[in-house]
């Protein structure tokens, strides 16, 4: 039988000791066993590595040969994620923050797509884990043909521009120069846009997989709206 691509699972690390073995635990427990799982110390001054060195000794020393740890000094959210992107050597590129979590069976589901159609960017829907409620959302269905709209969709926020809800082939990064926005805030969008535009084929799974934690208030999306205005703004003009 044929096996299925293989994936990459990137992890930046900062300051989330309290969420860190919930997040672990969700991505290395994962149904599927052609992942490679890279967690990127972005210079955490907290336990948050020695509470996922922790777990991996307890439960995943089995998965040791697939776990790669960068440790790095402290650059933000998309430097991290590129050094993740850098080392990766899966066929398709996931990125997970990590004080939200995962299904167990997201990969498995999302490869068995990814066979079907081979598609450059697979898109899937999240659970937006707020205070006193959950919600499930996700971007509507594009089709190959309606790549135009979908950018369109993502500069006007009628997209989402998350991506952690996408699933990007790795050769989208390794075959184009994709910009990784120096600040944190609005970052998704800026790669997001590149990466659909890169794309010749999209697949869409509508069911959710991917619990964004929304109640996290030292989050860098949780910043005042000044701040967030900051940011987004000096990416825009880099």
Known sequence: MMQGPSFTIVVPIYGVEKYIRQCADSVLGQTYDR???VFVNDGTK???MSVLDELI???YQHLKSSIQIINKENQGLPAARRSGVEVATGDYILHVDSDDWVE????ERIAQ???ETDADLICFKVFKEEKNR???RGDRKYTNDQKDIFLRDLMTHKAYGYTVNKCAKRKL???HKVHFARFGMFEDVFMMTQLVDY????AHIDAPFYHYRRTNNESFTRQKRPMKRLYASRNMLD
């Open 35 to 37: 992942i490679q799982f």
């Open 46 to 48: 907290d336990n948050s």
């Open 57 to 59: 000794q307890e439960k």
């Open 104 to 107: 167990l069976d997201m990969v």
């Open 113 to 115: 797509k990814a066979s």
């Open 134 to 136: 959950t919600r499930v």
């Open 173 to 175: 990064y390794t075959d």
């Open 199 to 202: 794309a010749q084929s999209y």
